[in-house]
Nanobody, 121 residues
Framework: QVQLVESGGGSVQAGGSLRLSCAASGYFSSYCMAWFRQAPGKEREGVAATDYVGRPSYADSVRGRFTISKDTASRTLFLQMNSLKPEDTAMYYC????????????????WGQGTQVTVSS
């Protein structure tokens, strides 16, 4: 089992940057990990993922602006978000799974509690 704790959210103006962190317990390297987000009234959507060996995948809406990375030594997952837009406003969640279909966490995901990102125009 893994526990996930997100941090780094906040309020920024459009065009700004934020870096989210997700501290994980457990055997970090054996998990496929990702960032998801959920805006009010919308379904949760995948933003970026990294597989067991660090290969990234991105949603089309963030490709070129967001970068996912992980530090195995500190068991931390990161999401660098640049050129933020108001439509990036959402609660951002870290997720992990031992399965990794298509490079994204599969069934039986573990979730963090979320961190709020608000982008003003």
């Amino acid at each position: 089992q893994v526990q996930l704790v997100e941090s780094g959210g906040g309020s920024v103006q459009a065009g700004g940057s934020l870096r989210l962190s997700c501290a994980a317990s457990g055997y970090f390297s054996s998990y496929c990990m990702a960032w998801f987000r959920q805006a009010p009234g919308k379904e949760r959507e995948g933003v970026a993922a990294t597989d067991y060996v660090g290969r990234p995948s991105y949603a089309d809406s963030v490709r070129g602006r967001f970068t996912i990375s992980k530090d195995t030594a500190s068991r931390t997952l990161f999401l660098q978000m640049n050129s933020l837009k108001p439509e990036d406003t959402a609660m951002y969640y870290c997720a992990a799974s031992t399965s990794c279909p298509g490079g994204w966490p599969g069934a039986n995901k573990y979730w963090g509690q979320g961190t709020q990102v608000t982008v003003s125009s």
